[in-house]
């Protein structure tokens, strides 16, 4: 089992820039997939990026893509999510999530097993 803290979040202005963290409890963090999630107010929670176990291999969800790098470091047991040129439309509870495979590889909610409990980035404009 592993517990996700995220940290980071905050008020900016549209053009601007913010780093989440996602701090992960257990020995065995290299074993797990790890994403990011957000939820603006009445939508539905969707994906923002992913990252293999290794750290070799990211996606991005369109809307986020050439703005937000994600990366962890294995050694520390974090994952971060580095945002940049921010948007209103950015807005949401940002949350961190834990794929206890390593080979799914996915996109989808459903498919991790762990979840942060969020942390509000708010992008005005």
């Known amino acids: 089992q592993v517990q996700l803290v995220e940290s980071g979040g905050g008020l900016v202005q549209a053009g601007g820039s913010l780093r989440l963290s996602c701090a992960a409890s257990?020995?065995?963090?290299?074993?797990?997939?790890m994403g990011w999630f957000r939820q603006a107010p009445g939508k539905e929670r969707e994906f923002v990026a992913r990252i293999s176990c290794s750290g070799a291999n990211t996606r991005f969800a369109d809307s986020v893509k050439g703005r937000f790098t994600i990366s962890r470091d294995n050694a520390k047991n974090t994952v971060l999510l580095e945002m940049n040129s921010l948007k209103p439309e950015d807005t949401a509870v940002y949350y961190c999530?834990?794929?206890?495979?390593?080979?799914?590889?996915?996109?989808?909610?459903?498919?991790?097993?762990?979840w942060g409990q969020g942390t509000q980035v708010t992008v005005s404009s």
């Open positions: 257990g020995r065995t963090f290299s074993s797990y997939t």
């Open positions: 999530a834990a794929d206890s495979t390593c080979w799914r590889l996915s996109g989808n909610p459903n498919s991790y097993d762990y």
